[in-house]
């Protein structure tokens, strides 16, 4: 049986932090995920929600208990994350160089900003319960995706916040209103734009998806058996080095993008290109390992040491599927693989 919320917050008021720990312990990871959403980033978002929880348990004497306290949290985590991305120097703004360079000539400049970092799907596992509210607009799936998150980093911060509350959450707009402390005039004002250039980044490809008209492309299911039978067709090409086999798994227009570095390569000749320069090179051979992260497949690639006799991390792969073909590959550094519990190195196989 749950503790009554009003002696927490009495507790918690007088001084005691385990009050206060038992009074926030089930908003935490929903708040995680709320200011990753608007940050693209998951150390900015877990910093975010540090400061978040400090400020709640020194402003705790001023919730007057008129709105939900998970409403008040959201407010408070929303204004924590707006002051961070206004105080613009959280991150670095310039792309650290490729590993590579024997690259072929991009397409273009890809929209994933350099500092985008997956998510990983363990930390979504205390998410399931929580439903949207009635006004929300995106799917629970959707919502999290590398795609949309891309498209919320394109949004002044505003009105990135403004959607997630919105059409994420399902908060009124009235409610949106008083966290962002504006009019409900605004908050309209902001969500049409924000949809606009939203609904525009996830269009499918008959609208390019990269400023095209198209229709909305309806989110994937993860884990069906289809996704299984791709990810196994995904890392036996991987391991058995047969880029031949990969490519059969890609769309036509496939997006390849390597945060930091704010370049895309599109379409399959390219892909076949790029694949071929850099990772099915003469010589190298790899393992996959699978995992996943933002509701969607990943993999651990390790690239094998001939010299030590060993697999050493080398990038991690995030896949974007649709039915049973590839549509965007988004490698990542190795400084991400820890939070995905994957190793630096492997032992080598027989």
Known sequence: ????????????????????????????????????RILGSLQDAEDALQETLVSAWRNLGEFGERSSLRTWLYKIATNRCLSMLRADSRRPRSAAPLPETDLPEPTGAGDAPAWLEPYPDVLLDHLVDRRPGPEARYETTEAISLAFITALQLLPPRQRAALVLRDVLGYHAAEVAQMLGTTQEAVSSALKRARATVDNHLADPSGSGNGGTGSRRPAPQPDTAAEQRLVARFT???????????????????????PPAMLE?????????????????????????????????????????PHAGVYRAYCLLVITTAADHITAITSFSTDVMTRFGLPRTLPETD
């Open 1 to 36: 049986m749950e503790m009554d919320t009003t002696d927490l917050i009495a507790r918690a008021r007088a001084g005691d932090h385990q009050a206060f720990r038992d009074l926030v312990q089930g908003h935490s990871h929903e708040l995680q995920v709320h200011c990753y």
């Open 236 to 258: 036996d090409a991987l391991e058995r080095a047969d880029l031949d086999a990969l490519i059969e798994l890609l769309v036509t227009d496939v997006r390849l993008s390597m």
């Open 265 to 305: 390569y599109r379409g399959i000749e390219t892909a076949q290109r790029v694949l071929a320069a850099v990772t099915f090179r003469p010589g190298r051979s790899y393992r996959a390992v699978p995992t996943r992260a933002n509701g969607q497949p990943a993999f651990g690639l390790y690239l094998a040491d």
